[in-house]
């Protein structure tokens, strides 16, 4: 079965590196669009997530429309990651745009700290940040990731992600060699911080709701001397994004270090306006909103019997 895998991957990839980005973006809306009809799970998961966040402001049906688009948003992006991890960077710099915060030349005070941290999220083609090299040639690249239970998928997927040389530690296997290469300095590493995190999490307000929050970009900002900064990839057009970095979130305050909690909250907050910005673009399949409490809770209900219609391209 994993070499079945395998090779139906290794076949998948291989096409769609062969065709143009823009058709690729085009196969995986529709790809997408037949998913959110089939996966009633994450549709349903997408429903809610959407209805206790948007619920007050926007009806059952403009709720069920979003939730589509979501899904074809998704289809897009990880067809177009399959093709941008092939691109070279004179193609690559075509779709793709890197703008803000000095292109991490310079903090607000003026450091020079060794590091520099993105904590980014699951928006857009979120697998862009493993091509920064190309727009940010200064430092060395670096990010995280959760390996694949196929081995052979694993490596496939592993090959894709360091193909401009980016560093890849596994996140429950890679702490120690993540640790010698961020002491060694003049590092540019890329955190996605917005899945849940029971263990050893903190529990903090994300679109008015509590949720379990890694407490990881701001513990590895201090203890390794990072300027900070939240980045979003926002999706402009068919086959185009743009990666937005924003002012760097201050670690230390009075001289003093900030608590990981309010460093969090400055994350979320820039996390929630990229939400708001352009809805579709975030990953609303995912149970997000794990929390012991319910405070923050609306009480709106699905209407699961209304159907999409009149949804954009």
């Given amino acids: 079965m ?3 895998l395998y090779f139906l991957a290794l076949v998948g990839a291989g096409i769609l590196q062969a065709l143009p980005l823009c058709s690729v973006a085009r196969i995986g809306r529709w790809g997408g669009g037949i998913m959110f009809w089939m996966d009633g799970r994450h549709r349903r998961m997408a429903l809610q997530n959407l209805t206790q966040c948007y619920g007050a402001q926007k009806s059952p049906l403009e709720i069920r429309q979003l939730a589509y688009e979501n899904f074809r948003r998704l289809g897009e992006n990880y067809c177009s990651a399959v093709k941008t991890a092939a691109m070279d960077e004179s193609e690559l710099r075509k779709c793709v745009e890197v703008r803000g915060a000095g292109i991490l030349n310079c903090t607000s005070d003026g450091d020079q700290p060794k590091n520099r941290l993105l904590a980014t999220g699951h928006f857009g083609n979120f697998e862009l940040f493993t091509r920064m090299a190309a727009f940010v040639p200064e430092y060395r690249h670096a ?54 995190a029971r263990e050893n999490g903190m529990e903090v307000p994300f679109l008015g709701r509590p949720c ?72 609303w399949v995912h149970n997000r909103w794990k929390a012991r409490s319910t405070a923050y809770c609306p009480a709106e209900t699905i209407n699961r019997k209304i159907l999409p219609s009149n949804i954009s391209a």
């Fill in 143 to 196: 990010a995280t990731y959760r390996g694949i239970r196929q081995p052979l998928v694993d490596k496939l997927v592993y090959s894709m992600r360091t193909v401009s040389g980016n560093l890849m530690f596994e996140r429950r296997t890679g702490a120690k060699e993540l640790k010698r290469v961020m002491n060694e300095g003049g590092v540019l590493l890329s955190l996605a911080v917005d899945q849940s």
């Fill in 2 to 4: 994993n070499r079945l």
């Fill in 212 to 283: 379990f929050m890694t407490r990881s970009a701001a513990v590895m900002a201090m203890r390794y001397d990072c300027a900070l900064y939240a980045a979003i990839c926002y999706r402009v057009a068919l086959g185009r994004w743009v990666i937005e970095i924003g002012e760097p979130i201050a670690t230390r305050e009075n001289g003093k270090r900030r608590s990981a909690e309010a460093i969090t909250r400055d994350i979320n907050r820039a996390f929630e306006a990229a939400v708001h910005r352009d809805p579709a673009n975030w990953f």
